[in-house]
């Protein structure tokens, strides 16, 4: 009934139309059986229907725009590889824009077209799939990187120290600073502008041949 309410305050269809559509988005999210399931109780279904379920909702009244939160958080690898599958089938089918927000490269590799890297409420790199997980331009995205398991096994995780800072007063120079092994004393007192390298932007001074000079001229 979540469903189908969507449809019939935003489409204006009749209520029979609407249960008849939202048994066939339930179907399209990979719920078997979902003519009997539709009529179950949340607490009868497992966390990965219900999120099956939230999709249907999601794109009920055909968005243009889908905006999927960690939508494989608390679900196994199994799981979250058929999540995956079911966003990609959606969005050929619905013809859809995907915004996907997750802390898992993993994910990121399997199913982003083009890559914005957060810290500390800003995108502080931006480019395609390829251009981040391959030719990394920012030493946040190089630390992500270099943090993620390998099975070479001289492979050691690399940390990344400190802690990242207070967004209830955000830095007004750069959110990495305190945290950048390459950090220089303008990374402190100025907000870094974005660097463009075709359409693979970075927002470092390290890209910015004024501060190089700088901190040389400091030293």
Known sequence: ??????????????????????IALMTETGIQDAAIKARQYPFE???????????????????????????TTALDVTLQQQMLDILQNLQRHHNLSIILITHDL??????????GVMYAGQIIEYGSR??????????YTISLKQALPSRDKKHR?????????ELINPPQACGFASRCEQCMN????????????????????LH????????????
């Open 157 to 165: 995780l690399k940390n990344i120290p400190g802690t990242p800072p």
């Open 106 to 115: 993993g994910v990121v590799a399997r199913i982003a077209d083009s890559v």
């Open 208 to 219: 910015d041949p004024r501060a190089i000079k700088r901190a040389e001229a400091e030293q």
């Open 1 to 22: 009934w979540q469903i189908a309410e969507t449809m019939i305050v935003h489409q204006g269809i009749d209520k029979p139309s609407a249960w008849k559509n939202a």
């Open 130 to 139: 390829e251009q981040i997980l391959k030719e990394a331009a920012h030493p």
């Open 186 to 205: 303008i990374c402190h007192q100025c907000m870094p502008p974005l660097h463009a390298d075709g359409l693979h932007y970075s927002r470092c001074w």
């Open 45 to 71: 279904f497992s966390g990965g229907m219900l999120q099956r379920v939230a999709i249907a909702m999601a794109i009920a009244s055909k968005p243009k725009l889908l905006i999927a939160d960690e939508p």
